[in-house]
């Protein structure tokens, strides 16, 4: 899986609430207004993970004007919501333009990049296929 954040970077954050659980709410200004305070921000771009299930993430990720995101896949499906800005995800040989609002749904394994065309955050979801969370395994569902 090669996805936005190598979760063995030394750069990472520890992350100081649970990161999966029956239920988990996020103030996403909040959140995105630590990645803006953070040293990583001068380098163009900060994520952070808010959601880590064996089978599902969800990741933070704000980039600086004109910064992007080289191309890249995953075993898994992923949609990318636009909470602030606006960027462009090209996959497929098509170009997405996503304001905020806007939200792209793409299927495992498709190369794409992202690039922001003005200072922007979204929100990247990831599904893995075939994959099963410590609370299903122990229930059984």
Known sequence: MA???DEHA???R??????????????????LDQL?????WSSGQNAKTLVKFDD???VLTAL???AGLPGHQTDGRISIQTIAGRI???????TFD????GLLVLDQGLRHDVEALEESAFLLSIAWPGRRSANEDATGH
């Open 56 to 58: 599902f993430r969800v």
């Open 88 to 94: 462009q995800v090209r996959a497929e040989g098509r």
């Open 3 to 5: 996805e936005t954040l």
């Open 14 to 31: 520890p992350h100081p609430q649970p990161m999966a659980g029956s239920y988990l709410e996020f103030d996403l200004a909040r959140e």
């Open 98 to 101: 996503l304001p905020t609002g």
């Open 10 to 12: 030394p750069h990472r």
């Open 36 to 40: 803006h305070r953070e040293p990583a």
């Open 64 to 66: 600086k004007a004109h």
